[in-house]
């Protein structure tokens, strides 16, 4: 089975900055082949889908939401994601998930099959 670990979350004012974690175990094919997405879900509002990073393509996408704040990377070697999420807003607030896929990067949130559990992020102003 497909295993999604997204960490990092917390309580952050407003402007300050925060470290998202995702790893991935339990892949058929080797960790390089998949695009790696974030996703958000602020209380009462849909999944967006905010950020994706592939490998063989050397692809990244940002959401216009993050564009400029965020920044997507990845360790190869520890099957690793991390979003790293400066400027934090209060319009931030939200459950954080992760998602491999085989397929390459996708806007649509509901083309993954293996979002984790999510982390919650929450900023105060």
């Known amino acids: 089975q497909v295993q999604v670990v997204e960490s990092g979350g917390g309580l952050v004012q407003a402007g300050g900055s925060l470290r998202l974690s995702c790893t991935v175990s339990g892949l058929t094919r080797p960790f390089n082949l998949y695009a790696i997405a974030w996703s958000r879900q602020p209380p009462g509002k849909e999944r967006e889908a905010i950020s994706c990073?592939?490998?063989?393509?050397?692809?990244?996408y940002y959401s216009d939401s993050v564009k400029g704040r965020f920044t997507i990377s990845r360790d190869n070697a520890k099957n690793t994601l991390y979003l790293q999420m400066n400027s934090l807003e209060s319009e931030d607030t939200a459950m954080y998930y992760c998602a491999p896929r085989i397929s390459g990067c996708s806007a649509s949130p509901d083309q993954y099959n293996y979002w984790g559990q999510g982390t919650q992020v929450t900023v105060s102003s």
């Open positions: 990073i592939t490998w063989t393509e050397s692809i990244i």
